[in-house]
Nanobody
Framework: VQLQASGGGLVLAGGSLRLSCLAS????????MGWFRQAPGKEREFVAC????????YYADSVKGRFTISRDNAKNMVFLQMSSLKPEDTAVYYC?????????????????WGQGTQVTVSS
């Protein structure tokens, strides 16, 4: 499956952005979808994921209550609604997919990755 993330940009602290990820080349509903991010000089970290079955979601503590992950299986898309953004949310955001079950926060459990979209939050 191929993934293409979009929706990044420059936003003031406290603002909102909605990231989108379009999947192609596979049966989208059969994939667990995740969002990860990587800030300069830091390792890639888990942000959120949504299961392939019942839509269960799981969030990193750092974004819980501010970010919401959702999916539209009819459009082959996953979204990340980000609110109350902070400068520390600045990073390249990646969408990822895997065909296994459940909610997983480990990057090595995802076999497919998009190209990333830059999110910059200014103070």
């Amino acid at each position: 499956v191929q993934l293409q993330a979009s929706g990044g940009g420059l936003v003031l602290a406290g603002g909102s952005l909605r990231l989108s990820c379009l999947a192609s080349g596979g049966t989208f509903s059969r994939y667990r979808m995740g969002w990860f991010r990587q800030a300069p000089g830091k390792e890639r970290e888990f942000v959120a994921c949504i299961s392939r079955s019942d839509g269960s979601t799981y969030y990193a503590d750092s974004v819980k209550g501010r970010f919401t992950i959702s999916r539209d299986n009819a459009k082959n898309m996953v979204f990340l609604q980000m609110s109350s953004l902070k400068p520390e949310d600045t990073a390249v955001y990646y969408c990822a997919a895997d065909s296994t079950w459940g909610v997983v926060d480990a990057a090595n459990e995802y076999n497919y990755w998009g190209q990333g979209t830059q999110v910059t939050v200014s103070s």
